[in-house]
C-alpha cells in the first residue's frame, strides 16, 4: 500500500488503545512509525538494485523482521525518552508493522510473509498498491469524531468490509473466466487489480498449450484477452539463463514467466528475455529480464528492465 494508507493503518491501530489521538503520545508515534518500518528496506539500495528488489517486502515484511523493526524503535525511543514504557513502544510498534505486512498480503505484489519457511512472496491479489476508493473509505471513518476506539473499531470493520466485497468480486470474475476457457482446460489462473482502472481484473491463464493474459471487467461484462503465448520447451540457452543471477531472481520474483531468444549475428551474441506476464501495461510487459550469451555459449552480460528503466545485473 501506499505510504499514507499505511499511516492512517498506524493511527488506527493506535486508537485501539483508547488513547485519544495525540501526535505526542508515544503509543500513536510507535504505531505510525511501526506501520511504515517494513519499507524501510529500501536502505538495501546501497548495494544495489538487484539487492533492492531482493529484499524489498521480504524479511522486512515477515514475524521476525517486525520483531526486529520493534526492537529499533523501542532502543530509539529508550534513547530519546528513557521515561517511555518500552514494553507499550514494543507492543504497538509491532501492531503497527503487523498492519503493514497484512494489508500488502492483500495487494498485487505480496509479501514474504511466512519468511524464513517461504522467500516467496505471497499474496492475495485483492488490493492495488494504491487503492484510491479504499483511501476515501479510511478518510471518512475519521470524519464524525467519534472516540478513538470507536473510530479504529469502525475503521477496521469499513476496511474489511471492503475487502471482503473486493474477494466476492473477485471470485465471479474467476467463475467467468473458467466459463470462457472451460474448467478443465485451465492448469492455473491469477487475477489481480487492474493496472489501469478499478473497474476491471487483470489476468494470466495458462492451458495445455498457452497463456493468455487479459482483463475482465468488475461489475460489467467486458472481457478482452491483451496477448496469446503458445507455450515451449526451453531450449538449452534458456535453461541456462534460468541459472543465473538474474534468472534465478526472475523465477522467485513471478510465478508467470515466459522466454523467447533471439540471435544477433553482428554480435555474434544470443539473447534470452524472460517476462513477467502478470503485468501488461501499454501493450508491454513491465517486467522483463535479458540474459546474453556470447560465442562462447557463457553468459556474459544480463539486465532488467522494470517500470522503463534499464538496470544491469552482474552474471
Given amino acids: 500500500m501506499d505510504t499514507f494508507s499505511h499511516a492512517l493503518l498506524g493511527i488506527a491501530v493506535a486508537g485501539l488503545s483508547g488513547h485519544p489521538l495525540s501526535i505526542g503520545d508515544p ?57 517511555t514504557a518500552p514494553v507499550d513502544v514494543f507492543v504497538w510498534s509491532f501492531l503497527g508493522g503487523l498492519s503493514h505486512s497484512i494489508m500488502d498480503f492483500f495487494n498485487a505484489h505480496g509479501a514474504a510473509v511466512l519468511w ?23 478518510l471518512a471513518v475519521f470524519v464524525p469524531g467519534l472516540p478513538a476506539r470507536e ?55 495458462e492451458t495445455n498449450n498457452h497463456y493468455y493474459v487479459g482483463q475482465i471487467g468488475v ?28 534468472g534465478e531472481f526472475f523465477s522467485s520474483f513471478t510465478p508467470f514467466s515466459y522466454f523467447t531468444e533471439h540471435q544477433d549475428h553482428q554480435q555474434h551474441a544470443k539473447f534470452v528475455h524472460i517476462y513477467d506476464l502478470r503485468y501488461f501495461f501499454n501493450q508491454t510487459f513491465l517486467h522483463s529480464a535479458t540474459i546474453i550469451f556470447g560465442s562462447d555459449q557463457q553468459p556474459c552480460d544480463s539486465y532488467i528492465k522494470t517500470y522503463g528503466q534499464k538496470i544491469k545485473i552482474p552474471c
Fill in 151 to 205: 473510530t479504529s473499531l469502525l475503521f477496521f470493520a469499513v476496511t474489511g468490509l471492503y475487502i471482503a466485497v473486493r474477494f466476492i468480486l473477485k471470485l465471479r470474475a474467476i467463475n467467468r473466466c473458467r466459463r470462457h476457457f472451460g474448467s478443465n482446460a485451465i492448469m492455473r489462473m491469477l487475477l489481480m487489480p487492474s493496472l489501469k482502472s478499478t473497474r476491471f481484473w487483470d489476468f494470466v491463464i
Fill in 219 to 246: 461489475f460489467h461484462q467486458a472481457f478482452m484477452i491483451h496477448t496469446e503465448l503458445a507455450k515451449q520447451t526451453l531450449s538449452p540457452a534458456a535453461q541456462g539463463a534460468q541459472k543465473t543471477v538474474l
Fill in 27 to 83: 503509543i500513536y508515534v510507535a504505531s505510525i512509525i511501526g506501520a511504515q518500518a517494513p519499507d524501510f528496506d529500501v536502505i538495501a539500495s546501497v548495494r544495489g538494485k538487484l539487492a533492492l528488489l531482493r529484499q524489498h517486502r521480504a524479511f522486512s515484511h515477515s514475524i521476525p523482521g517486525l520483531i526486529l523493526w520493534s526492537g529499533l524503535i523501542t532502543a530509539g525511543f529508550f534513547l530519546a525518552s528513557p521515561a
Fill in 116 to 138: 524464513p519457511f517461504s522467500r516467496e512472496r505471497k499474496s492475495f491479489s485483492l488490493l492495488n498498491v494504491f487503492d484510491p476508493l479504499l483511501l476515501i473509505i479510511m
